[in-house]
């Protein structure tokens, strides 16, 4: 099979993409850390709960295997949601247009990051398995022994409806390879596992007040991770020099000045600092 057929990579732009994706793991795992306050609060008494009902353990093991499934759910959701992409760009539904599907998923992660900070009513939560269902599961996995109970548990976790995760998910469709997209959730799973490890071991507490900041920095993580996906189509689209939609190559010159003016702000202030330092 040809190996363009496994990726959705855009032709002129695949040192923007390697360059972009390595930035985007990163970011990934920021937003993963951040959110883990949120993380602590949705799931925090559902994991401590768990591992009080199953009782006291001599190591440390289904503590980590717990956390190793739930990521592990999470980096398959990552490859779900690569190949949903390979597959949209692969079909020719897009064609030389496959830009669309950059902007439009940007215009989603944007979306759903607003959600969730309260700014629209939106909430972009999915639920993988019924509620129901995944108590019975937990019910269920307390009977199964400490490692095999802990990663049952851990795999139903991952299945929890959470807003961030579900964003999160959407922006690894637009990952130029199916393992990209893997790779992207895992780094976000990373990211939430000292959080999560530790409430699942210490039973730790944080107060709603940082839990919601800490979520909120990472919905802004994500709102830049969605601006930047749409700013990497809409620059592919405007290299096609396509005939309609002028309004689009408006927006992108407008998006370039906005661009130069801050790396001109960024500049302008650092060498301030630097001036201030050699004073």
Not at 224 to 248: A, I
Request: hydrophobic share 50%; charged share 10%.
């Amino acid at each position: 099979m040809d190996h363009s057929m496994m990726g959705h990579s855009m032709p002129g732009m695949t040192d923007m993409t390697m360059a972009a994706g390595s930035f985007d793991y990163t970011l990934a795992f920021i937003a993963g850390f951040l959110g883990s306050g949120h993380c602590l609060g949705m799931c925090g008494a559902l994991v401590s709960g768990y591992f009080m009902n199953a009782g006291k353990h001599r190591s440390y093991l289904p503590y980590f295997l717990y956390q190793v499934a739930r990521i592990f759910v999470y980096t398959l959701v990552g490859f779900a949601a690569a190949s949903l992409g390979v597959v949209l760009v692969s079909s020719g539904l897009f064609g030389k247009i496959q830009s669309l599907l950059q902007m439009t998923i940007g215009i989603v992660v944007i979306i759903l990051a607003l959600g969730i900070l309260g700014w629209i009513p939106f909430q972009g939560s999915i639920r993988l398995l019924p509620m129901q269902l995944l108590r019975k599961g937990y019910a269920s996995s307390r009977t199964r022994g400490p490692i095999a109970g802990a990663m049952l548990a851990g795999l139903l976790n991952g299945m929890m409806p959470c807003p961030l995760t579900f964003a999160m998910a959407v922006k690894a469709t637009s990952a130029s390879t199916i393992l990209e997209g893997g790779a992207l959730m895992m780094a976000f799973g990373a990211g939430t596992l000292p959080m999560m490890l530790f409430v699942s071991v210490a039973f730790g507490k944080m107060s709603s007040n940082i839990r919601g900041l800490m979520l909120k920095s990472a919905a802004l993580i994500m709102m830049f991770m969605g601006s930047n996906t749409f700013y990497r189509g809409l620059s592919f689209y405007v290299e096609e020099d396509f005939k309609h939609h002028n309004y689009l190559h408006m927006l992108k010159e407008k998006i370039d000045a906005l661009i130069a003016l801050l790396n001109q702000v960024v500049s302008y202030f650092s060498d301030l600092a630097a001036n201030i330092q050699t004073m």
